[in-house]
T-cell receptor, first 117, second 106 residues
Framework: AQSVAQPEDQVNVAEGNPLTVKCTYSVSGNPYLFWYVQYPNRGLQFLLKYITGDNLVKGSYGFEAEFNKSQTSFHLKKPSALVSDSALYFC???????????????FGKGTTLSVSS | DGGITQSPKYLFRKEGQNVTLSCEQNLNHDAMYWYRQDPGQGLRLIYYSQIVNDFQKGDIAEGYSVSREKKESFPLTVTSAQKNPTAFYLCATEAFFGQGTRLTVV
C-alpha cells in the first residue's frame, strides 16, 4: 500500500537558520512526489514536485527538496528560514504505476513549521 | 488558487440535513478529487472522478455522494448519513487545490 510519513509533528527554527521538513514514502512503483504549504483556513498551495530527472528540485519561495530513492525520502529544505514560512507543510505521493484510486495523491499527516524571530 | 473555485467558504449544517459543496475548475483537467481534512490526520480521499459521468469511492466515501455531469464541476453532497461531518473540505485537480469549505454542524 502507498503511504507517506512525516515523522515530525512540529519543527521549530530561528529566522535565518536553515530548515528541513522530513518526508519518507512507500510505493510499489515509481513515485511522483509533492510538497504543499497550508496557511490557516486556506487551501493547499503547491510548492514543488519531483517526477523524474535531477534529484534536487527547486520550488516556490526559495524551497527545495531532494529525492533520495535508496532512502525513499523527499525532505523539504530552505537555506534561510523566514517568519512568514511558518505554516503547515504536507508531503504527498502519487504512484504512477498503480491505478489505485486513480491518480489521487496520498498525503502525510503534515508538519507544522514554526519560525521564530 | 490554480483555477479551482470552492463555495461557500463556510457552511453550517443542521442535524439530519443534506448540504452540497460546490467545486468548479477552469484548468481543463480531467481528474477531480474531494478530500477531507481533520486536525492531525492529514487529507483523506472521499471521492474522485477521472472523467465526466464517472466517479469512484475513495477511502472515506460513506455518507457522501458526488456527481460529474460536466468536466468543470464536481459537487460534493454531505448527507445526513455522515455522522461526523464537521471538517475542512478540499477539492483538487491533478496537483492544485481550491481554497476549501469549512463545514460545521450546528
Amino acid at each position: 500500500a502507498q503511504s507517506v510519513a512525516q515523522p515530525e509533528d512540529q519543527v521549530n527554527v530561528a529566522e535565518g537558520n536553515p530548515l528541513t521538513v522530513k518526508c519518507t514514502y512507500s510505493v510499489s512503483g515509481n513515485p511522483y512526489l509533492f510538497w504543499y504549504v497550508q496557511y490557516p483556513n486556506r487551501g493547499l498551495q503547491f510548492l514543488l514536485k519531483y517526477i523524474t530527472g535531477d534529484n534536487l528540485v527547486k520550488g516556490s519561495y526559495g524551497f527545495e527538496a531532494e529525492f533520495n530513492k535508496s532512502q525513499t525520502s523527499f525532505h523539504l529544505k530552505k537555506p534561510s528560514a523566514l517568519v512568514s514560512d511558518s505554516a503547515l507543510y504536507f508531503c504527498a505521493v502519487r504512484d504512477i504505476t498503480s491505478n489505485q484510486a486513480g491518480t489521487a495523491l496520498i498525503f502525510g499527516k503534515g508538519t507544522t513549521l514554526s519560525v521564530s524571530s | 488558487d490554480g483555477g479551482i473555485t470552492q463555495s461557500p467558504k463556510y457552511l453550517f449544517r443542521k442535524e439530519g440535513q443534506n448540504v452540497t459543496l460546490s467545486c468548479e475548475q477552469n484548468l481543463n483537467h480531467d481528474a477531480m478529487y474531494w478530500y477531507r481534512q481533520d486536525p492531525g490526520q492529514g487529507l483523506r480521499l472521499i471521492y474522485y472522478s477521472q472523467i465526466v459521468n464517472d466517479f469512484q469511492k475513495g477511502d472515506i466515501a460513506e455518507g457522501y455522494s458526488v456527481s460529474r455531469e460536466k468536466k468543470e464541476s464536481f459537487p460534493l453532497t454531505v448527507t445526513s448519513a455522515q455522522k461526523n461531518p464537521t471538517a475542512f473540505y478540499l477539492c483538487a485537480t491533478e496537483a492544485f487545490f481550491g481554497q476549501g469549505t469549512r463545514l460545521t454542524v450546528v
